[in-house]
């Protein structure tokens, strides 16, 4: 039986959450959305969601409108069965049979070889190569979101990011404008994914500019406490030293460069607010909390994200449930009153 007294502070309370993209480390968030949408869960109020933390967010909107919890619970199920399914990700269909093949032999490359296969084949590969054989393995299942309810004005306020090709500046969609092209576009890894059209520009995966964006959840009718899902590791205590994991840390490190900006920006009006340099209530006074695992992260390689299997999918989610419910004991009586992470400790 749950001991009631210790799960009770987050019933309720209202907080905007920002996903973090990842590919199929993204399931790790799925476990935590899934832990906080149990009935002691928080009011999620807005969501900013980046690649898979996009795909993750829209799954929850669309079941809180349709059906509140339970509904939301399974959506995000739903879509995490679907991308199990998917495979490799950067495999054109008719490659699909040769599955067994490819990852036997990138396994054998790693780790016999002292260079990256995946670094070389970001250089000799181009997912325009393949012309009309090319297909978004993402489409399909994007395509069955529910629609009218993602792009619903009722709660949670649903920001989805994708970088500007031509400008290099991020794109936050909302509303309508969440199409399935806005999705694709949002999950667009250029190494793996053509570009994504949508009117005159063409965007590739938000994390490049706002992994995810925070400035979308800073209005002033959105909670003061905003919960990040971090599946990107912050810090990595051991040099890389091989190409693949000199490779894969130069990828996380570009990620959380938009984020640990948006963060020295946060603490920089708090600090203003709390020296008394600025009026309180001429900006947000945000209150940041996190949700993470880096200890696991750290222990996956980036292939992985590319590469969805049952059986990662199942252990992100377990791992995300257990960081959730390790968040809401610790750190659940300080929603509404002060923030849980000290932010000059993250981005100094």
């Known amino acids: 039986m749950k001991d009631d007294a210790r799960q009770a502070p987050l019933r309720g309370a209202p907080i905007s959450l920002a996903l973090q993209g990842g590919g ?24 900013s969601g980046t690649s ?19 509904a939301a619970r399974k959506r995000l199920d739903q879509l995490w069965d679907r991308i199990g399914d998917v495979g490799d990700m950067r495999l054109v269909p008719w490659m699909a049979a040769m599955m067994p093949f490819w990852q036997g032999w990138q396994a054998m490359a790693t780790s016999l070889f002292p260079v990256s296969s995946q670094g ?24 069955d979101f529910d629609f009218a309810s993602v792009c619903a004005t009722d709660a949670p306020r649903l920001f989805v990011g994708a970088t500007n090709v031509r400008t290099g500046k991020i794109k936050v969609f909302e509303g309508t404008d969440i199409t399935p092209e ?127 299997t049952p059986q990662l999918l199942d252990r992100l989610k377990e791992a995300g449930r257990a960081a959730a419910d390790a968040f809401i004991t610790e750190h659940g009586p300080k929603i509404g009153k002060q923030p849980s992470v000290r932010l000059r400790e993250i981005y100094c």
């Open 24 to 47: 199929a480390h993204g399931a790790f968030t799925w476990g935590v959305l899934d832990r906080l949408l149990e009935d002691d869960g928080p009011e999620i109020a807005a969501i």
């Open 52 to 70: 898979a933390g996009a795909l993750n967010g829209a799954a929850l909107k669309a079941g809180l409108v349709a059906g509140g919890r339970l």
């Open 120 to 143: 070389i084949a970001a250089q000799l590969y181009s997912p325009y190569a393949w012309g009309d054989a090319w297909s978004n393995p993402l489409e399909p299942l994007v395509r």
């Open 182 to 308: 806005a999705l694709m576009a949002s999950a667009c890894l250029p190494t793996a994914f053509q570009a994504v059209t949508i009117g005159t520009d063409t965007y590739w995966d938000g994390g490049y500019t706002g992994n995810p964006a925070l400035f979308p959840l800073y209005e002033p009718t959105l909670p003061d406490d905003l919960v990040i899902v971090s599946i990107n590791p912050l810090v990595r205590d051991a040099v890389p030293d091989t190409p693949l994991e000199i490779q894969n840390r130069i990828n996380e490190i570009s990620f959380n460069s938009s984020l640990l900006g948006e963060l020295r920006a946060i603490d920089f009006v708090k600090r203003l607010i709390a020296e008394g340099r600025m009026e309180k209530g001429v900006m947000k006074d945000v209150r940041v909390h996190m949700i993470s695992d880096d200890a696991l992260m750290t222990e996956l390689t980036a292939s992985s994200k590319l590469a969805p």
